[in-house]
């Protein structure tokens, strides 16, 4: 797009799998696409994989159970908006792991969020958003403090309500 008029460009293709048989959960960043990819086959495993927006076709980091056990089992991603950190659910927690573009892996933090709860980040990025679902007619949003540094979650308040199914975090200005 041009940002003086608008005016869009020529269509651009930048990312494509030709895997029709699984389905896949793709992320946009500003550089990286971020690919979770669940084969509908229940004896394959799935991979996390990390291409820049420019795909050639090559992922820059293909994480599968020998680089971390949760890039096998994870149901769901979420990225930071630095794109720094991808959060990955498991089963009962969500792990935070930093995208190591220099070592070509995606590696633990050793922080996580119990349960495995929809995420939504500020705008800065410096706080997540947990929100789960009670199944009660209740929601419950946990808020962390996220150090983009070190990957670090630090619990803040919690609030419960009304079930809720999305969330659009904003800044007041």
Avoid: E, H
Avoid at 52 to 62: D, E, F, S
Avoid at 149 to 172: C, F, H
Wanted: proline fraction near 5%; glycine fraction near 6%.
């Amino acid at each position: 797009m041009d940002p003086n008029t608008g005016a869009l460009g020529p269509d651009t293709q930048i990312f494509y799998w030709s895997d029709w048989t699984s389905s896949d959960q793709v992320l946009l960043t500003s550089n990286l696409i971020i690919d979770l990819s669940r084969p509908d086959s229940l004896q394959q495993y799935q991979t996390v994989k990390v291409f820049r927006q420019a795909n050639n076709g090559t992922p820059l980091i293909n994480c599968t159970a020998t680089m971390l056990a949760a890039c096998n089992t994870t149901g769901n991603i979420a990225v930071d908006p630095s794109g720094q950190y991808v959060f990955l659910t498991p089963s009962n927690a969500t792990q935070v792991a930093r995208i190591d573009l220099t070592n070509k892996q995606i590696v633990d933090t050793g922080n996580s969020i119990a349960g495995t709860p929809q995420l939504f980040f500020s705008q800065d990025g410096r706080l997540v958003y947990a929100l789960t679902d009670n199944y009660n007619g209740t929601s419950t949003i946990q808020v962390y403090r996220f150090d983009k540094q070190t990957g670090a979650l630090t619990a803040g308040n919690q609030i419960s309500l009304s079930t809720v199914y999305g969330l659009t975090p904003a800044q007041r200005r």
